[in-house]
Nanobody, 115 residues
Framework: QVQLVESGGGLVQAGGSLRLSCAAS????????MDWYRQAPGKQRELVAGISSVSRTTYADSVKGRFTISRDNAKRIVSLQMNSLKPEDTAVYYC?????????WGQGTQVTVSS
């Protein structure tokens, strides 16, 4: 059974940093790309960053230069380093992967950036 478990959210002041982690189990981790999404209140869930099985990365324009996604295949963890945080980064952040045409989501972790 595929499980994704996020950690690392919290409350931080604008300009601060947080590091999110997502631990994956139940999949051949090195085979699949992993993504981070976020959903702010009253808004649609949006893709923040993605990393392929060969560590090719993509970012939303709104986070380029501030966020960095990485993966540790030995530990089966995908991380999102978030620097220079802004109040508009406040959202629930979700880890995501797609395996055998099925979508899998973590439970989400709250990130709140105060101004």
């Amino acid at each position: 059974q595929v499980q994704l478990v996020e950690s690392g959210g919290g409350l931080v002041q604008a300009g601060g940093s947080l590091r999110l982690s997502c631990a994956a189990s139940g999949i051949s981790f090195t085979t699949y790309g992993m993504d981070w999404y976020r959903q702010a209140p009253g808004k649609q869930r949006e893709l923040v960053a993605g990393i392929s099985s060969v560590s090719r990365t993509t970012y939303a324009d709104s986070v380029k230069g501030r966020f960095t996604i990485s993966r540790d295949n030995a530990k089966r963890i995908v991380s999102l380093q978030m620097n220079s945080l802004k109040p508009e980064d406040t959202a629930v952040y979700y880890c995501y992967t797609r395996v055998a045409r099925r979508d899998y989501w973590g439970q989400g972790t709250q990130v709140t950036v105060s101004s």
